[in-house]
């Protein structure tokens, strides 16, 4: 049976979070000794955007509805035959056995069939949608082949970057990007893209892999549960060996071994910062992150940041709050990255800042601080604290410090410790890495 979809046109893709304002706001704590404590942290507004960088909102159907358009004589990927089959699966694990559960095509195909996906059709006026899952009895593992094809190539790449922007978006709670890769030698081009949702003794785990091949857009996804973020290898031999099938009909077809190189998925609207599915996880937030652009400070008071005085040639701060959950408005976390004219420059900045909050309780009164730890990689390092401030009215304000330099950038992030709303030292020691990571496109 065909596998045509013809969604109706004009609507382009679906936002992956309906455009908001959040209304600014500011924390000011003036604490003993005259130190003034002003949290970023909840503030700025922020708007979603769609694939291409618009700022218009779409028709709430957008790319989910049922086919409209004119008949086409196209046959590519006109049957299921190129689509992965049990035998193709057994590369995901060699335990069990695995089974074709259900095959769609365009009319019955789910509104959501892989992670983090924004509405039903990639490409809402292709030719066709096949969504194949899969289902491995013994381990209980799952997956799923979801290949969209587009009239042409030069609309397929579009498509692919429209799949890209949602997984690099991804607006889904309590997931979380734990891992990325760029693929060579499997179509035309590629990314893996590893989420986990909140951790326990074992973790949840969707490893994505999005594939341009030719006329298509392919994804094949592979959820298991384990105790770390798997590798990609298995997804990567998958969707080469899916790639392969396919490209027989859509051309696309790949040169060379299947590598993935690690990369994070990019963060094409707020290059240089990070993106709401780079936050930590809370089991007490079931909603997601969303970002907004903030006012840069000095800091809760042992950091004396001092951005104005630090001859930085650029600096910018981004909040992330979550509007839809329950908490109190001083809930939040803060990414400040700054920017200097040398690597020798932050590194010096990075190393004051350090010593500030190191003798902080020595020149702040009410003041207490504790290590909680350092980052590093062969590109950054970092260091974290958990000051709290005593204002000698039985209320006391906690607060996760962390400072990291990579490159010619410093990253400073700040997190508030509310009632049964704090991180593990590794969970923000991780944050402080990804930050850090994700400033090297900060320009």
């Known amino acids: 049976m065909a596998g045509s979809h013809r969604a109706s046109r004009g609507g382009g893709r679906a936002a992956a979070r309906e455009a908001r304002r959040l209304k600014a706001r500011k924390r000011n704590q003036t604490i003993a000794a005259g130190v003034a404590v002003v949290v970023l942290v909840g503030g700025g507004g922020v708007a979603a955007l769609n694939a291409f960088g618009g700022d218009k909102e779409p ?3 957008a790319g989910n509805g049922p086919s409209d358009d004119k008949p086409t004589n196209s046959d590519v990927l ?25 095959t769609a095509d365009g009319d019955s195909a789910p509104d959501s069939a892989f992670a983090c996906q924004s509405q039903r059709f990639a490409d809402p006026s292709g030719l066709r949608t096949w969504v194949r899952t899969l289902q491995n009895s013994a381990t209980k593992d799952t997956a799923v082949q979801y290949v969209d094809v587009s009239n042409d190539k030069a609309t397929a790449a579009k498509t692919y970057t429209t799949v890209v922007h949602w997984l690099s978006q ?11 890769y760029v693929t060579t030698g499997v179509g035309e081009r590629g990314v893996i893209a590893v989420f986990g949702q909140v951790p326990g003794a074992k973790t949840k785990y969707k490893t994505v892999a999005v594939t341009l091949v030719g006329q298509a857009t392919m994804v094949v996804e592979h959820d298991t549960l384990a105790a770390a973020p798997p590798r990609p290898d298995t997804v ?37 910062f990070m ?22 400070n000095d800091g809760t008071g042992c950091e004396k ?3 104005k005085k630090a001859k930085a040639t650029k600096y910018g701060t981004v909040t992330y709050v979550t509007p839809e959950a329950k908490v109190p408005t001083e809930f939040g976390f803060d990414d400040t990255v700054i920017k200097f004219a040398t690597p020798t420059a ?24 504790e290590s909680t730890g350092t980052v590093k990689t062969n590109t950054m390092t970092g ?21 990291a330099g990579s490159g010619n950038r410093a990253v400073y992030v700040l997190f508030p410790v509310l009632k049964e709303l704090d991180l593990t030292n590794a969970a923000f020691n991780e944050t402080l890495a990804r930050a850090a990571d994700r400033s090297a496109a900060y320009q």
Do not use: H, M
Request: net charge positive; with cysteine.
């Open 236 to 272: 990567l031999a998958t969707a080469s060996a899916a790639a392969k099938k396919i490209c027989a009909q859509t051309g696309g077809c790949a040169t060379g071994a299947p590598v993935a190189k690690p990369a994070l998925l990019p963060n094409t609207d707020a290059p240089g």
């Open 383 to 403: 260091k974290s604290w958990k000051a709290t401030y005593d204002t000698g009215d039985g209320k006391k304000f906690v607060y996760r410090i962390g400072i």
């Open 305 to 307: 940041l001092g951005l």
């Open 275 to 296: 993106a709401s599915v780079d936050l930590p996880l809370l089991d007490e937030i079931d909603k997601p992150w969303v970002s907004a652009p903030a006012t840069s």
């Open 78 to 102: 006109a049957d299921d035959k190129a689509l992965l089959d049990a035998a193709s699966a057994k590369t995901l694990g060699a335990t069990g056995t695995w089974a074709v559960t259900k």
């Open 170 to 180: 991804c607006t889904t709670p309590q997931t979380r990007l734990s891992a990325g």
């Open 346 to 369: 932050a590194a010096s900045y990075v190393s004051q800042i350090k010593k500030n909050v190191d003798a902080c309780e020595k020149n702040v009164s009410n003041a207490k601080v």
């Open 59 to 61: 028709g709430a159907k």
